[in-house]
């Protein structure tokens, strides 16, 4: 029954996507060089991962919209419609995975297979979202900025947790590709 806030909260989701998305390519050319020089990215695979860093932004910010439907959909109890906004990623990227093995595309590759899954699903989930929750009306930015203290108030430990999970889990990769030379 909170048709207002819950397209006020996705609005901030998706916008918040996007302004770390472009954050992340405003900081990148200050710190792509340095830290490809650091995890020893070197010969030909750098530039598979110096274009893997530009486009990761783009990829995090059409994942970021795609969550957010998926999400919404759940809040709608339409678990349905969300799991096909999440299966419509998975079938993309499978596919363009096996294109690209099948191409040899290599990481640019991956990386645009990756993208082009999480955009079908942020366009699957956005039509989805209209047909399955006809209340969800999207904020216009403004009233949806009078919802960005309470996002962040909630939502910041949260993903201060997950970030500190995730570079648990990760740290070692990062040490092994700093200390050991790879091919």
Not at 150 to 167: D, F
């Amino acid at each position: 029954g909170a048709d207002d806030e819950a397209g006020a909260y996705a609005t901030v989701s998706v916008l918040g996507y996007a302004v770390l998305g472009l954050v992340w390519l405003a900081v990148l050319p200050l710190v792509r060089d340095p830290l490809l020089d650091f995890l020893r990215v070197g010969g030909e695979a750098r530039p598979g991962a110096d274009f893997a860093f530009t486009a990761g932004a783009v990829v995090f910010t059409l994942a970021g919209a795609a969550n957010t439907t998926v999400y919404a959909l759940q809040g709608y109890d339409r678990f349905d419609l969300g799991n096909a906004a999440s299966l419509t990623v998975s079938f993309v990227q499978a596919a363009g995975l096996g294109l690209t093995l099948w191409q040899g595309w290599g990481l640019p590759g991956v990386v645009c297979a990756t993208g082009a899954g999480w955009a079908a699903g942020a366009l699957a989930g956005a039509l989805l979202l209209r047909a399955g929750a006809p209340a969800f009306r999207w904020a216009s930015p403004r009233r949806a900025a009078g919802f960005v203290r309470a996002s962040l108030a909630y939502g910041a430990p949260l993903q201060l947790a997950n970030l500190l999970g995730v570079a648990h889990q990760q740290v070692d990769k990062l040490l092994l590709a700093r200390w050991v030379a790879l091919a």
